[in-house]
């Protein structure tokens, strides 16, 4: 991990200036999978992962850029930022740069050094860190007030508009708004939140199946518009409703029959789903931990069968981890047809279930897995320098 200090003399190397060092982090959700863009409820975590960017201002209005990660830099001019995405690491900075000054955040020319230990592309959301961070910096250098909604909604943007992602609010979001040792449940619908104490005895382990499914990117925009056709169909009896976040379990029930039986399985995922954010989030409020448990079986089954997003890995992954003593909560998380699934582990038992679901994994499948044990983080943060109050 480079620390702060690493990441100044680097800078000063190749900038050959001070500058002031910015930091967002990656993402993982507890429970709430494919509510976000039905209106609903989700509950992610900030994780100790985190996109480090220094930047200095410039005296013009170019931004240059050094990607660690890829050791790669590029330059681009405000005046005339590139219309279209380039498929190129640059899209996110560049993105977030274009829909700043899109919406009259006048920015000023920088330097910056870009560095990151969230792992990219696995699910953490290294992109919403990414953009936040960047977002963070060249807001405060160009010294602008810091509006966390605001600065989620602009990454937001840029990735649907610039990169071209659809994805929702939720990363970007929590990456701007997390807090150490919570959870946020969020309204996807209003974006009113609130913070949801973690217990400081409990580990969020993320367990990565190695595996990917090229599938994934068409499944998701099916479930997107599955879930439009039974807003659609379910309307005909309620006419107020406008998403899935409108309808109660009840209400799906008695108008089943207006349903064919995936798009009635597809709702019924959503709207169960949401029932269980809540509850989970009254559990951890409460300091109920052990009612945890059946809610992420219950979320990892409804995806597995009525959503019907899971692979073998992730069922797998999930069936070693939850046998195990110490475990609290075993779920697949995010998109789904591979990627991560999220444990709920006490801290005492987090090295020990790391080693026992790794060598297990392995005997079944043959896949060696990236296990991370995490702890709930702040969100983007000013960590060295300020760029807001110098010239
Ligand atoms: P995830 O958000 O789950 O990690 P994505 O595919 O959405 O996966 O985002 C990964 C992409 O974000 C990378 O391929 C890269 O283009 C960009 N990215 C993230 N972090 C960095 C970084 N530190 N430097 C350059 N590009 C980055
Ligand atoms: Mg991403």
Partial sequence: MTTIQDLLAKFQRRFSSRAAVYHAPGRVNLVGEHTDYNDGFVLPAAIGFLCSVAIAPRNDRKLVLYSESFDSSMEADLDALPRKAAGHWSDYPLGVATSLEKSGYRLSGANLYITSDVPLGVG???????????????????????????????CQRAENEFVGAHVGIMDPFISCHGRAEHALLLDCRSLEFQFVPLP???????????????????????RRAECEEGVRLIGKALPGISALRDVTLVQLEQHRGLLPDAIYRRCRHVITEND????????????????????????????????EISCPELDIMVALAAGKTGVYGARMTGGGFGGCTINLVATERSMEFQQQVAAEYYSATGLRPDIYVCAASQGAENVAGDNSSTD
Wanted: glycine fraction near 4%; include cysteine; charged fraction near 20%.
């Fill in 124 to 154: 953490l959301s290294s992109s919403a860190a990414f953009e936040v961070a960047v977002g963070y910096a060249l807001l405060d250098t160009a010294h602008h007030p810091i509006d966390r909604t605001r600065l989620a909604q602009m």
């Fill in 200 to 222: 400081a005895k409990v580990k969020l382990v993320i367990c990565n199946t190695m595996v990917k499914h090229q599938h994934a990117a068409g499944e998701y925009n099916t």
């Fill in 276 to 307: 269980r954010v809540q509850k989970v989030a009254t559990a951890l409020e409460n300091g109920k931990i052990g009612e945890l448990a059946p809610l992420f079986a219950a979320s990892h089954q409804s995806m597995r069968d009525d959503y």
